[in-house]
């Protein structure tokens, strides 16, 4: 190429340029309050706070449990899909400040008793005329639930334990020796034994051997658990012998036992149904309250008190991108809670 | 650049409401001194705008969750728009660029023609330029590599005239860009 096509492209690209962004003007001079809030925001930002740990600061191994929370915490934790939440643990690990000793309630459970992803004094156990003290820590399936049970029996005789089993993802971690990587007890059945809680693999290791429900597994294996399928007998087998266990330790310890069923968000959505019956098995039909009616019936069998949140929650109870219950979501729940509490101890809703 | 903090922290939402807050001051600041009003008055109306618009935020930085989001949203939608309108121009100052004509051999070859050329061996300094572009950034960052090429050759100068909208690409990203999925997709619950 002769030097002077050079210099003549160099001009007409420098010509269009100008006049490209003379065109664009316009278009930039709208994005200008966007570039300084947000540049203002992030300068700002790091000198109005402390950083905030993600939530795995909130929990430490246990031998037992695979994890427990951290006692005596107080401070702030980010929940990746929403924002940061205040937490605060007691002695024991457990959330609020109130000993388990002069409570009424134990709300017994995984993350949604635990009150995760909105601050300790907006979760419902803060929000009940009743005294709620939640024995939960986020991600304990049924089986882990089971152990607690077993650990604080001696302190339960009195007592009202609620015991709040989420079916977007207990039912299927109750079958899995691993939750997202961390080493968990779950529920076997052997032809000798029967079912039974598996503990020997739990240790500091991460889980290798198999991947479980993460990532693109989830929703189809929440969809198989909407549906008539060999999943959800066999998980619904082990809800059974673990409402079973239960109710034997709270009934040797003196305690009531109710399980109040959280259904999964999709199920209150029928965007959030038919999402589920796109990760369905073709021709297996989808119903949004199976799992609901199957802990549900295991309770009345068993003779154990049962709430169905699923009839008092709506969609936007919950979080739009998180699992989890908004404010809202906590101060129905705490009214539930607090009506389940006029019923005297020993006759619970059974299978309400 | 343009996105806020994501997920919002309490930290984010208090200094995001001192952002508007002074974005507000300056706006009200402005139309204060175009009404004609004194400096006093417009430094006045300024204070309490900003206090007005911040006050809620950084007093409960959850108050103004839901305007951080929508925020976030509206700033999203206005990237994704600018870039378009940024890369459209862009391609159209190339098309203008090749008005001139290109080395570059399009037409298809005649019969028994081949288009196949000789593969020559590179010099040794171009993979010696390759290995310090990847373990020591040059320094200026991407924008000095892309100038340096430009003013290396009188053909690649031309390219100059692109730089200023590879720079805004960049500053309306929205770090939405990247199609790989986050690493861990859920949480404990």
């Known amino acids: ?352 | 650049m343009l996105r806020l903090p994501r997920p919002p922290r309490q930290a984010s939402l208090r200094a995001f409401a001192a952002a508007v807050g002074l974005l507000a001051a300056a706006a009200a600041c402005v139309a204060s001194a175009l009404a004609g009003a004194s400096p006093v008055v417009a430094a006045t109306v300024a204070l309490a705008a900003a206090a007005a618009v911040a006050g809620p935020g950084l007093a409960v930085p959850n108050s103004v969750g839901w305007p951080y989001r929508a925020w976030n949203r509206a700033a999203r939608e206005y990237a994704t728009l600018a870039r378009r309108a940024v890369v459209l121009v862009a391609f159209a100052v190339v098309a203008a660029a090749a008005l001139i004509g290109s080395t570059v051999r399009l037409a298809r070859p005649a019969d028994g023609e081949s288009l196949w050329e000789p593969r020559d061996t590179q010099r040794a300094s171009t993979y010696a330029s390759l290995d310090a572009c990847r373990e020591r950034p040059a320094a200026g960052g991407w924008m000095a590599i892309l100038g340096g090429w430009a003013v290396s050759a009188p053909r690649n100068a031309w390219t100059l005239a692109l730089l200023p909208f590879v720079l805004l690409l960049d500053v309306l990203r929205t770090g939405d860009e990247d199609p790989s999925p986050p690493p861990g997709i859920y949480t404990l619950y």
């Not at chain 1, 907006?122 to 399936?141: I, L, Q």
């Not at chain 1, 989420?166 to 052997?190: A, C, H, I, K, Q």
């Not at chain 1, 809800?239 to 259904?263: K, T, Y």
């Open chain 1, 1 to 352: 190429m002769s030097a002077v096509r050079a210099l003549a492209r160099i001009v007409l690209a420098m010509v269009a340029g100008l006049a490209g962004l003379l065109v664009l003007l316009p278009v930039l001079a709208l994005g200008v309050p966007f570039l300084l809030v947000g540049a203002v925001t992030r300068a700002l930002g790091p000198r109005l706070g402390r950083p905030t740990p993600d939530w795995q600061a909130l929990i430490a191994f246990d031998p037992v449990l695979g994890w427990r929370p951290r006692p005596r915490v107080d401070g702030r934790f980010l929940e990746a899909r929403d924002g940061d939440f205040h937490v605060v643990t007691d002695a024991e690990g457990w959330p609020g400040r109130h000993p388990l000793d002069e409570c009424e309630v134990v709300a017994l459970g995984d993350s949604v008793a635990f009150g995760y992803g909105v601050d300790a004094a907006a979760a419902f156990w803060s929000r009940t005329r009743a005294r709620v003290k939640p024995a939960a820590a986020p991600g304990y399936n049924m089986a882990q639930a089971v152990l607690l049970l077993h650990e604080l029996a001696p302190r339960l005789r009195g007592k009202r334990v609620a015991w709040f089993v989420y079916v977007g993802n207990d039912l299927y971690d109750n079958l899995s020796p691993e939750m997202n990587g961390y080493r968990t007890p779950f529920v076997r059945w052997t032809p000798d034994d029967g079912w039974r809680i598996v503990t020997r693999h739990v240790r500091r290791e991460p889980w290798t051997a198999s991947r479980g429900r993460a990532g693109q597994t989830h929703l189809p294996v929440l969809a198989a658990l909407h549906a008539p399928t060999a999943l959800a007998e066999r998980a619904a087998e082990a809800c059974r012998f673990l409402i079973e266990e239960a109710r034997a330790v709270c009934a040797n310890a003196g305690a009531d036992l109710v399980v109040v069923v959280v259904p999964s968000p999709l199920a209150l959505d029928p965007g959030g149904v038919a999402l589920l019956a796109r990760h369905a098995e073709p021709a297996v039909a989808v119903d949004p309250r199976r799992p609901e009616r199957m802990l549900r019936d295991a309770c009345a069998d068993l003779g154990v008190g049962c709430l169905l949140l699923g009839d008092h929650l709506e969609r936007a109870d919950f979080k739009p991108h998180d699992d989890h219950w908004t404010e809202r979501g906590h101060r129905r729940v705490a009214a539930l809670i607090d009506g389940l509490q006029t019923a005297p101890i020993g006759s619970g809703p059974r299978g309400a």
